[in-house]
């Protein structure tokens, strides 16, 4: 009703009213929260001295899907429905991508394999960043200046200020045709996803991001990123010979709240 109250669960076998008001705050404090403290872990302010990159419509493909895969009123809060984008450049050289993938191979080495059970639903062969010093290095003074802008360029009805993203979760994930092959379809749990290819497509065979309402593979090459809404459901194409490696993040923004998370 007008009050945001309605019937709620029972509780010792009496309804208990259902206060939409308590809710919200609740998930403010919750996603105040998550922001501060993975602000303290990726902080996105432009370093003093750093230049954003600057980027225009024309530096990626867009790929547009229904005005209500994901939620009415033009697949809010994106207000589009242009919801995947990816460079058509790559936004990182051979040499950045191919020392994430030295590091975390020698992380495993070191270590007796990659991690398989970090994400619960849809586990991913995986090392988080944060166990790798030089690629976290590396990732935290790309992500003001290149990642982060990049992003608010795709999704400008969303994202007014790059600052404001946060770095929910980052880490490398490991295809192998022998072993984990590709990723069955899901949802992030997030607000946006963003993909960066770490080897050459002349390494695998098969591979890419699969969209399914759109019955299309999304396919990189080193070096080029993807963003896109993370609650499209979308999968890991099955890699059938080789070895294919991206850089996984998931983020949310400060400046929304997301209730249905």
């Given at each position: 009703?007008?009050?945001?109250?309605?019937k709620?669960?029972?509780?010792?076998?009496?309804?208990?009213?259902?206060?939409?008001?308590?809710?919200?705050?609740?998930?403010?404090?919750?996603?105040?929260?998550?922001?501060?403290?993975?602000?303290?872990?990726?902080?996105?302010?432009?370093?003093?001295?750093?230049?954003r990159?600057?980027?225009?419509?024309?530096?990626?493909?867009?790929?547009?899907?229904?005005?209500?895969m994901?939620?009415?009123?033009?697949?809010?809060?994106?207000?589009?429905?242009?919801?995947?984008?990816?460079?058509?450049?790559?936004?990182?050289?051979?040499?950045?991508c191919?020392?994430?993938?030295?590091?975390?191979?020698?992380?495993a080495?070191?270590?007796?394999?990659?991690?398989?059970?970090?994400?619960?639903?849809h586990p991913t062969t995986?090392?988080?960043?944060?166990?790798?010093?030089?690629?976290?290095?590396?990732?935290?003074?790309?992500?003001?200046?290149?990642?982060?802008?990049?992003?608010?360029?795709?999704?400008?009805?969303?994202?007014?200020?790059?600052?404001?993203?946060?770095?929910?979760?980052?880490?490398?994930?490991?295809?192998?045709?022998?072993?984990?092959?590709?990723?069955s379809?899901?949802?992030?749990?997030?607000?946006?996803?963003?993909?960066?290819?770490?080897?050459?497509?002349?390494?695998?065979?098969?591979?890419?991001?699969?969209?399914?309402?759109?019955d299309?593979?999304?396919?990189?090459d080193?070096?080029?990123?993807?963003t896109?809404?993370?609650?499209?459901?979308?999968?890991?194409?099955?890699?059938?010979?080789?070895?294919?490696?991206?850089?996984?993040g998931?983020?949310?923004?400060?400046?929304?709240?997301?209730h249905?998370?």
């Amino acid at each position: 009703g007008g009050k945001g109250k309605g019937k709620g669960k029972r509780a010792g076998g009496k309804q208990v009213a259902f206060d939409i008001e308590v809710h919200r705050q609740r998930n403010q404090d919750k996603h105040d929260a998550e922001c501060k403290a993975m602000l303290d872990n990726f902080n996105a302010t432009l370093p003093s001295g750093g230049e954003r990159q600057g980027f225009d419509v024309k530096d990626f493909k867009t790929i547009s899907v229904s005005e209500d895969m994901i939620g009415s009123r033009t697949n809010f809060p994106f207000g589009s429905r242009d919801l995947i984008h990816h460079t058509i450049d790559p936004l990182f050289s051979t040499g950045e991508c191919n020392r994430v993938i030295e590091e975390a191979e020698e992380y495993a080495k070191a270590r007796g394999g990659w991690s398989t059970q970090r994400h619960f639903s849809h586990p991913t062969t995986d090392i988080m960043l944060e166990k790798l010093p030089k690629s976290l290095e590396w990732f935290k003074s790309v992500m003001p200046t290149k990642l982060f802008p990049f992003i608010a360029t795709c999704f400008p009805n969303i994202v007014k200020d790059p600052e404001l993203l946060r770095i929910f979760d980052v880490f490398v994930v490991k295809y192998d045709a022998l072993e984990q092959s590709y990723l069955s379809v899901h949802r992030d749990s997030s607000l946006i996803s963003l993909t960066v290819a770490l080897n050459p497509q002349g390494d695998f065979e098969g591979g890419g991001m699969s969209v399914e309402a759109l019955d299309k593979v999304v396919s990189l090459d080193q070096g080029q990123a993807v963003t896109f809404a993370s609650n499209i459901r979308h999968g890991g194409n099955k890699v059938t010979s080789g070895l294919r490696y991206i850089l996984v993040g998931f983020l949310l923004y400060e400046g929304y709240v997301e209730h249905d998370r």
